[in-house]
């Protein structure tokens, strides 16, 4: 979908995640969530963290924003603008959610407050940040509403229940959108519709990012929605990045065996499945965490291997493997 | 009736008692949080143990009435005695020993209380079983049934049949179990509901096996868990009860509970008089009894939807 | 806007409860007219025949209670012969009172209960950790208890408020003197009720989705349990709180009692140690349709403010 605009090293990093490692204490133990993840989101740009169901990719979209619940602990750095958003306060955070950066959640229909009105909900932002007053906010939410289709007179009076998945997934997007942020985490945008309405839905997603000139990093475990939609991707496994690189060069010449056999469930690649099950994000596997189930492991891996860059044509491409 | 939706989430929601037999907390939700978040951790802990420690030693000074308490309850020493070296906690106006008192009353009141709510449990947990295990007609009559009972003011109540029968205190406690099984009849059924769905329960069924094997194999295991805090609420609100009734002079006045005291104390002048010690030891007991059932409760529900959480 | 199923089950239960009074001192041990009439009451032979008659126990069981009904609709609740006056009119008198000790201090309850409950709900500090305790032990406590302590501490010790409840008499000031104590009691009371449940359902609803995506939005702290997360808590519990009426009206009784006022707590009291049943049983009629009508208001409040359910 962005395939005109240039390669992605041409614009300046908005994002920087650094060495962030995000655990939760639960009583079953300590679940090592995500572990040193190293990502720049550039301006304008889309980035999509792709992986299976339980990587830990969720819980990058969450951290950055401080959403994560009590028992999560999260080290690290993530400067936006020169600031760490890891060590703000919650009211600097509640300053720079909504207005900078904005979140659409996996879960339309129980994200969404169920007993308040769509068009109050996408106007919440405005009273909250711009403290416009009720029926002015609310009359820009209708118009924001109208843009994706729900302009329609019935709409912006009605109540999350009323409205269908795909309809709650927009008026999630245009409450993310109202006040034009910087950047947009989308996590999961697409789980829970149908493959036609999630493609529809990211369209119109791709259209209102250009349009403000937001940075977009997409959280899913669509692979072909993020080839897609997105400049660049990341592949995550088990808590850490394994590969990341731009989208072309991702699908056309996979390198870490992870990428290679998630490339090789795709249907039109003959849906093998990897062997194995993931692994326990309490107790992971000793070096590499794919060595369990990896059709090229060598002895060495039995050790952590580090990010390192390889030679690309975007210059941009990394990879977490002893192969190379 | 109520309009307590029977949700069938895994989460049940934390119990509160009331003494009114109607556990206000029968409800159930469903569980949409994105990460379970366990709340409370050690403080909420510490709280419980202490909980736990008050309701034993209640139970021992119960069990080992005469073998703890300094005199016999019916002993007669000097009235109105403030608590000092001879008698601990002073004596009332017939000059019994306000310990011996508490000790024995506490038998009585445990005795009641427990009998009550072991008779609730039962009628409760069969007819939210039955109800939620066949769903349907037998659904229909027995939830139509548990909102009207769930309605009726039951102290109310209880005053006017305990004004009619002149009771003893065996008939109180059958009066309050007959009355207080309301919510645990609505939260095993939703349980059971859950359950009856659940493959293995399902697919036992398609195999032919009888009602009765899969609701003692199956079923009721899976409600011990539920029903046990609702249990120990019922005990916290019989005792409430037995001594609001108590309280009125409606109790059994050879036997002497802790309500009963309060009610000599109220009615023959301790209030008036200043005797403080007189009521408040026994209102003391009665509300720390209820304060360790209530925090043992809410740590066992608590409990349950973490380990629920997790699955 | 109320189910024609909950509808009928309203119906139902008023029917089954106001005709169990009816079959109660019907049922009792003893002579029936006892039962009806009250105890302790000098009668003659000729008297007792008569009063037989007027009662109607001479006709057939189907007959009487169709004569109850009847009776039921035009108010009618019978005659105390003790107080000597009709138990509807005595009810009437002593209910006012009640009303007056009890609805404010219902209302100031719930609506206190719920805000410091949904607040401790939202957020542990030391401060709410200690509230919840003192709150809790007044919700563990028997509400006579409670109230006993009060009046020996600052009315026996302190003399700030007088030992006997207000009787009909007096100026406004005089009454709301006499009235505080046990208002504030009250209150407590209701106000412990109701904290306890706001506190476990704000707890509950504080860790939904929309309360994440509220705060993703930028709302700060307090302004998401109040736009977003009370409502959603509330909601659930308003049929809970209704079903605690009952408890809390019965709790009023109680208060009055210990602060000798002269409401339907000590009408019930008074009938208790004199056995006058026809007050009991009037007393505990009027309680429960009260108590019936809290329901319906409530399931009525209900759909009416949960879109949900409004909308179907």
């Given amino acids: 979908m962005n395939r005109h605009l240039p390669s992605s090293s041409y614009f300046r990093p908005l994002l920087c995640i650094d060495e962030m490692y995000v655990s939760f204490d639960t009583s079953l133990g300590r679940v090592k969530a995500a572990q040193n993840i190293c990502l720049e989101l550039h301006e304008r740009e889309t980035l999509a963290i792709v992986g299976e169901t339980g990587c830990g990719k969720s819980v990058i979209a969450s951290a950055i924003l401080q959403l994560l619940p009590s028992n999560a602990s999260v080290k690290g750095k993530a400067i936006f603008l020169g600031r760490d958003l890891l060590s703000l306060g919650e009211r600097e955070m509640a300053d720079i959610r909504g207005q900078e950066i904005a979140i659409i959640f996996q879960n339309p229909s129980l994200s969404l407050n169920p007993i308040m009105k769509v068009a109050e909900q996408v106007a919440e932002p405005l009273q909250i940040h711009r403290r416009l007053p009720r029926h002015r906010a609310i009359s820009k939410a209708e118009d924001m509403l109208s843009r994706f289709k729900l302009g329609d007179k019935a709409s912006p009076v009605m109540y999350p229940f009323q409205l269908s998945g795909g309809m709650n997934q927009r008026v999630m997007i245009a409450t993310s959108m109202i006040l034009s942020p910087k950047i947009l985490i989308a996590d999961e945008p697409s789980k829970g519709l149908d493959q036609s309405l999630a493609r529809q839905v990211m369209k119109e997603l791709a259209g209102i990012k250009d349009e403000i000139g937001a940075s977009l990093l997409l959280i899913t475990h669509d692979l072909l929605l993020a080839k897609e939609v997105s400049d660049r991707i990341a592949v995550m496994y088990c808590g850490e990045i394994v590969e990341a690189g731009s989208s072309a060069e991702i699908f056309d010449e996979p390198l870490h065996p992870y990428t290679k056999a998630l490339l090789n469930c795709l249907p039109e690649m003959g849906f093998k499945p990897i062997p194995g099950s993931s692994p326990s994000m309490i107790d992971p596997p000793e070096g590499c965490r794919f060595y369990p189930r990896c059709r090229e492991r060598l002895d060495r891996c039995l050790l952590s291997p580090k990010m390192i860059k390889v030679e690309s044509d975007d210059g941009d491409r990394e990879v977490r493997c002893w192969l190379y | 009736m109520a309009g307590i939706k029977p949700g069938s989430g895994p989460c049940a929601m934390s119990e509160c008692f009331c003494g009114d037999g109607k556990d206000v907390r029968g409800m159930e939700k469903e569980c949409d949080r994105p990460y379970h978040c366990p709340y409370g951790g050690i403080l909420f802990r510490k709280v419980s143990i202490i909980g736990l420690v008050l309701f034993s030693s209640f139970l021992l000074a119960a069990i080992f009435s005469s073998f703890l308490s300094p005199c016999d309850p019916w002993d007669r020493f000097e009235p109105y005695l403030p608590p000092g070296q001879d008698h601990i906690l002073g004596t009332n106006d017939l000059g019994q020993d306000i310990l011996s008192e508490l000790i024995y009353g506490s038998r009585v009141s445990l005795i009641v209380g427990f009998g009550a709510a072991l008779m609730a449990t039962t009628i409760g947990s069969s007819i939210g079983l039955l109800a939620g295990y066949f769903k349907g007609m037998a659904d229909e009559i027995l939830m139509g049934i548990t909102d009207i009972f769930l309605m009726i003011p039951q102290i109310p109540l209880i005053i006017v049949l305990a004004a009619f029968l002149r009771p003893s205190f065996w008939l109180i406690a059958l009066l309050m179990g007959s009355l207080w099984w309301t919510s645990t009849a609505r939260v095993v059924r939703s349980k059971a509901l859950q359950i009856r769905e659940m493959g293995y329960v399902q697919s036992k069924r398609s195999l032919g096996f009888s009602h009765l094997h899969i609701i003692v194999s199956d079923v009721l295991p899976n409600l011990s868990q539920l029903v046990m805090p609702k249990f120990l609420l019922s005990i916290a609100s019989a005792m409430i009860a037995e001594s609001s009734i108590s309280f009125l002079g409606l109790g059994d006045p050879s036997m002497k509970s802790w309500g009963m005291m309060i009610n000599f104390a109220f009615s023959r002048g301790g209030f008036i008089n200043g005797y403080w010690w007189w009521y408040m030891a026994p209102g003391l007991c009665i509300t720390i009894f209820v304060l360790s059932i209530v925090l043992i409760g809410s740590f066992l529900e608590e409990r349950d939807e973490s380990i629920m959480g997790q699955q | ?312």
């Fill in chain 3, 1 to 312: 806007m109320l189910s024609g199923k909950k509808a009928t089950r309203y119906a139902i239960a008023l029917f089954l409860i106001i005709s169990l009074n009816f079959f109660i001192p019907r049922s009792m041990p003893g002579d029936p007219l006892t039962n009806l009439l009250g105890e302790d009451i000098s009668l003659t032979a000729s008297s007792v025949q008569e009063l037989r008659e007027r009662m109607g126990l001479d006709r057939p069981l189907s007959q009487q209670f169709l004569d109850y009904w009847h009776d039921i609709l035009r108010f009618d609740l019978g005659y105390s012969f003790h107080l000597h006056r009709n138990v509807s009119d005595l009810i009437y008198d002593r209910m006012k009172w009640t009303l007056l000790l009890s609805l404010p201090a219902m209302v100031m309850g719930a609506i206190l209960g719920t805000l410091l409950g949904a607040r401790a709900g939202w957020k542990s500090s030391a401060l709410r950790r200690t509230q919840t305790g003192f709150i809790m032990a007044i919700y563990c406590a028997p509400p006579y208890f409670i109230s006993l302590i009060a009046l020996y501490l600052l009315s026996y010790k302190q003399g700030l408020f007088p030992l006997k409840g207000f009787y009909s008499t007096g100026s406004a000031l005089d009454i709301a003197h006499h009235l505080f104590l046990p208002s504030a009691m009250m209150t407590l009371f209701s106000l412990s009720r109701n904290y306890m449940i706001m506190k476990g359902s704000v707890l509950q609803e504080k860790g939904s989705l929309y309360a994440t995506f509220a705060r993703a939005k930028g709302l700060y702290d307090e302004q998401i349990l109040f736009r977003h997360v009370f409502k959603n808590a509330l909601l659930p519990i308003i049929t809970l709180l209704a079903l605690d009426f009952g408890f809390i009206l019965s709790g009023a009784l109680f208060i009055e009692i210990v602060f000798s006022m002269n409401g339907m707590g000590s009408l019930i009291y008074d009938a208790l140690l004199s056995r006058d049943y026809p007050v009991l049983q009037g007393s505990f009629l009027i309680i429960t349709i009260m108590v019936v009508s809290a329901n319906l208001l409530a399931d009525l409040l209900y759909s009416y403010l949960d879109p949900r359910v409004r909308w179907q």
